[in-house]
């Protein structure tokens, strides 16, 4: 029962009931509460072709990364917030497209975790 | 140019719980050990619940009590948590083997427990180099490996054994070709929590300990992940809590949930928000678990390398249990590496004895024993959700009197599953799930 990738992706719903019962929660409290070594000169994360993206029709990356690093601008682009990227690796697994070009940050630079 | 050729007896790639391991292995048997972390020092990008188990750390660090190990609490309580839609029920055990001394594992954070892990390698003589991260490899032309490439100035590193240890995001694995490609996202959980700084005697008197000496570690299942496949923990360290939940990538990316928002619901659960009120986040983070088990793990060794860890799916996904196997596994890697140079051979021959040390020991056996749960938490999702929520039910009728005959309640109580989930297949469930965990 693996994921489908590419146009096969498909999205499920929640019964409404159960949606309702998600909190929306403002993301940013809680980056407040990380520790980075940002690379000014480096991203590490880069969308392959934007014009993948907008084929993507669920766009799952807005929802699944725990720090919202993607979100969609104004244009319909998929941005990337890198420097607020913990490192979990789940966009590089869980584009449908593999639409991601994801690399370690260099040496020294990204999340440092003050507790873990 | 090459005037500088650096040069060691062995390389790790990564200063986690297999690295430290391996190399504190090898240096202790005389070889000139090079630990590569990419963080600013290790344990800065590491990530866990959790409790550590002391047989592993023990195996290498005897007497590791005495060298101040950056411990919170002992776990004295352990067991799983069932939330129903508004209620608990606790199933943890407490004394008995929890009391040994020292205990089965203590509760710590990995930004603390690391650092000192990687110290205990140093102590014994390897040589560790922070804020490098490895790109690549160096390689003969008959596929050899004989060092690594970091992304230093002139980042070359040499030696005939490289032992890579860098986690769950196995990309140095994969351009080794010892695995085609990524695991797919049903084979992963993407795990989130906080830490909330609470007062120590607050801490104790909500969870139960009677001081600081005693830990609670539970999993807590039900009405975690909205139904979905997925699982919480708690974690009670010194002065703060540790508190979050695992969800299969897949399910997240499908259902399009964005994880602090599935944290959140289960942090204002009634039964978990009395819990944590009053705290303050300390931080708030996320990290990959393999759990694809034993049909998730690449080739483990070939002409040069090795791999240990989350690198190699080394996780029991029924307990998240991966901190004793990177260990062991590091030590077994670093045990093949010393056997290499004292035969003057780094070929895959020598170096595949690796994998017979893991088949003897309890590692490959427990993958083995395990390798259908995952695929069984997946096609059996109502374990997540429909018995938690049955359980608490049936419990509360048993313990409230509600005037009616017992055998009434009973059919009730019997009724509530059945509706949810008929009586034939709730005892295949169990069947299935015996099965998966036992390994048949
Ligand atoms: C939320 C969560 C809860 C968990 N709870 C528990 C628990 O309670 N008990 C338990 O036993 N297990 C638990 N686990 C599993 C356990 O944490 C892992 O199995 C364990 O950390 C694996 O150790 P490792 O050494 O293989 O990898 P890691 O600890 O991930 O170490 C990898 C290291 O390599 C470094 N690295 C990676 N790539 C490079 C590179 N190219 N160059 C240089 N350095 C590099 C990284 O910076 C890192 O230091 C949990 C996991 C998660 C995510
Ligand atoms: S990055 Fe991947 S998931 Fe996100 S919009 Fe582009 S193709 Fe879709
Ligand atoms: S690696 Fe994880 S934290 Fe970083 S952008 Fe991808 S999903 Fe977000």
Redesign the interface.
Known sequence: MAMKTGDAFEAKELPEEVKATLPNVYVDDLLMSLKYFIDEDKAHLRIIDQAVCARCEYKPCLYFCPVGVYTQGNDGRIQVAYQSCVECGSCRVGCPYKNIQWELPRGGFGVAYKFG | MNSERIEFDAVVVGAGLAGSAAAMVMARGGLNVALIE???KP??????GGAIYTHAIADLVPDFMDRRPPFERPVTEAGFWFLGKDGLTRMTVQGGELNADPPDAFIT????F?PWWAEQAQAAGAFLI????VVDFIREENGQVTGVL???PQGEIHAPVVIICEG??N?LTQKLGLIHR?????Q?A?A?K??ISLPMETINARFGLPDDAHGLAVSVLGDVS??LPGMGFVYTNKA?V?IGLGVM??T??????????????YL?HPAIAPLIKGGQ????????IPEGGYRAMPKLATDGAMVAGDAAAMVNALHWEGTNMAIVAGKLAGETALEAHSRGDFTAKVMSRYEDRLSEGFILKDLKQYRGFSRFL??HPQFMDVYPNFVNGALGQFFTAYGKPKKELFKGMLGSLTNRRGLIKAAGDIVSMARSVMGW
């Not at chain 2, 949930?257 to 619901?265: A, E, M, S, T």
């Open positions: 990419r963080g600013q344990g800065g990008k590491n990530y866990f954070l990995r930004a603390n690391d922070p804020k490098t991260t970091t992304d230093r769950v995001n990309i990524d695991l797919e996202p049903a992963m993407l989130f906080k830490v909205l139904g703060s540790s990538l897949d997240l990316a499908e259902y399009r949930l964005r994880p602090y928002d599935v944290l959140q619901r204002d986040l300390l931080e708030y983070g996320a990290h990959l997946e096609t």
